[in-house]
């Protein structure tokens, strides 16, 4: 078996100029629109199935409203009396994050296994972290800033910009590693064991692992910006 049959690198699909800068339209680009279509599509039939006047609720109608309050009860338990302003976001991120995980039980390379696609979200979360620290204490960060003593300043500082990063390698290696296993078994095992041992191994790295750093980075979330409201 070659090396060359090892793939699970980021391929460009086309590449093109733009004010002298060479970009290019990537696998994690092209995973993402189709995790974002799946999304919309997912979001636009269940509203339209709740729109319905049904006489009775259908499963769908269930199974939707059963998701959205075990998400909102989740976040109204971690952030308390500041959920209502994040429940979309919170709630949106993970749905993301999820679907992007479980792409590779469809064949794709999920865009969580680029650290260009979870430090963006990791950034995100950042800034509303941040948004909540000033809004609520205002000037009063810089005395959080120098807490114990002013000399850990320095390390106050980098401790906060080192949130976004470990938040997004955290989920970037987790699911970059069971992309990589995953690329390793197709390319360098015998065929024989390309039947039904992958589809326990998809089951573990795609859709357990993916849904635990799912819950992780969400939890992460909630606790980092619960935190400053205290």
């Known amino acids: 078996m070659r090396s060359s049959d090892v793939d699970f690198f980021i391929h460009s699909y086309y590449e093109f100029k733009l004010f002298g800068v060479t970009l290019s339209i990537n696998t994690t680009m092209v995973t993402t629109v189709i995790v974002c279509l799946i999304l919309l599509a997912l979001i636009l039939f269940a509203r339209h199935e709740i729109m319905k006047d049904y006489d009775e609720p259908n499963v769908v109608q269930n199974v939707v409203e059963m998701i959205v309050e075990k998400m909102d009860a989740m976040v109204v338990s971690n952030m308390g009396i500041h959920a209502k302003k994040y429940l979309n976001y919170v709630e949106a991120l993970m749905a993301f994050i999820f679907l992007s995980n479980i792409s590779g039980l469809f064949g794709l390379r999920p865009p969580t296994a680029d650290f260009g696609t979870t430090f963006g979200l990791a950034l995100i979360t950042f800034v509303m972290i941040e948004y909540a620290w ?17 000399v850990f300043l320095p390390i106050n500082i980098i401790s906060e910009f080192a949130t976004p990063v470990s938040m997004s390698l955290r989920l970037f290696g987790n699911v970059t590693a069971g992309t990589i296993m995953l690329g390793l078994w197709y390319a360098l095992m015998p065929w024989f064991t390309k039947i039904g041992i992958p589809a326990f191994l998809h089951a573990y790295f795609d859709f357990f692992s993916g ?13 980092f910006i619960s935190n400053r409201y205290d």
Do not use: E, N, R
């Open 211 to 223: 849904a635990i750093q799912t819950y992780v980075f969400g939890m992460l979330t909630m606790v």
């Open 134 to 150: 000033i809004k609520t204490k205002g000037f009063g960060i810089i005395k959080d800033l120098l807490d114990p003593f002013p």
